[in-house]
């Protein structure tokens, strides 16, 4: 039988990222499977439409599928609505043996190059977690973690397991030992992250002091973790190795950080400790000084 490869996610509002996304996998998925919720994680309305016509995706709308799927308003278990919307990925497909599936967030996008290399191993084990390089706020400012929480099974493991989408990107499963791609998290202005937040399902983060603009646009400048996590953040080269969409539009590039970061035009806060350290010894100021630059 003729394997089918699908590419199965969530989607919210992330139209860019979606045309980043259908470009860079267009050369192996065969049919993309997308679900949109009604409602936001939270709740809300939700006002953002996937629309096949739309000239961002219209090249791609033979090969996608869209559910559109019922959530409960607020108030709800944000949570039980991420779980709901995810599950319905899966609805109506029968999957031979042979097929194999993709099942990620839609900010987490596998590597063009990464993807033979999956294939070719995938029939062995059934089912990987693919590690990945998280990105905030720029595309190329790399988090000091990664995550595991993209999948990739085949029709004959999902079968036989009888797994939802949901219990597949909770399983505790082997992951892969290289890189497969990136995980891009809140690349957009203050506006765009603070609607993100009052959305997703981590409503514990949704409050008033961490959603506010000019907190946010601090966090942006000075490339500080949103929820004051213990997670540091370096810039990488951006090149032709990221996804094709970034590479060939100009508008990402507002979204490429530059070679020197931000926070080298020290913060008020910064430059009090920096002269409260060189009345104490300079030892202690070039440790600071290296602090900020890294």
């Known amino acids: 039988m003729i394997m089918t490869i699908y590419d199965a996610f969530t989607f919210f509002n ?3 990222l979606l045309r980043v ?18 409602h936001t994680f939270s709740g809300k309305p939700n006002p953002y439409r996937l629309d096949l016509g739309d000239p961002r995706i219209v090249e791609f709308a033979d090969r996608i599928v869209i559910r559109d799927v019922a959530l409960t308003p607020a108030p709800c278990n944000a949570w039980e609505n991420e779980f709901t919307q995810r599950n319905a990925l899966f609805d109506g497909l029968h999957f031979s043996d042979e097929d194999v599936v993709l099942l990620s ?35 190329n400012l790399r988090a000091s973690r990664e995550i ?39 690349i957009g202005d203050e506006a765009f992250i603070r609607n993100t937040i009052q959305s997703f399902a981590h409503q514990e983060f949704n409050r008033a002091e961490i959603i506010d603009e000019r ?19 370096h810039w990488v080269r951006f090149d032709e190795s990221w996804p094709l969409e970034m590479v060939r539009n100009a508008e990402w590039r507002k979204f490429i950080c530059p070679r020197r970061p931000v926070p080298l035009q020290l913060c008020d806060d910064v430059v009090e400790v920096t002269f409260s350290l060189m009345r104490r010894g300079r030892t202690k100021l070039l440790r600071l000084l290296r602090w900020v630059i890294e």
């Open 105 to 139: 967030d839609l900010d987490e996008i596998v590597s063009r190059d990464v993807w033979p290399q999956l294939l070719s191993c995938i029939h062995k084990c059934g089912a990987l977690a693919l590690k990945m390089h998280v990105y905030y706020y720029f595309v």
């Open 148 to 186: 595991q929480t993209a999948r990739i099974a085949t029709g004959r493991f999902l079968r036989n397991c009888g797994v939802t989408p949901q219990e597949l990107r909770k399983r505790a499963i082997a992951a892969t030992d290289y890189n497969c791609g990136w995980h891009f998290s809140y």
């Open 14 to 16: 992330e139209y860019d």
């Open 21 to 38: 996304r259908l470009i860079e996998h267009a050369s192996f998925v065969d049919k993309f499977i997308i679900s949109r919720g009604t």
């Open 215 to 233: 907190r946010i646009r601090r966090v942006l400048e000075r490339q500080r973790d949103l929820f004051g996590r213990r997670i540091r953040y």
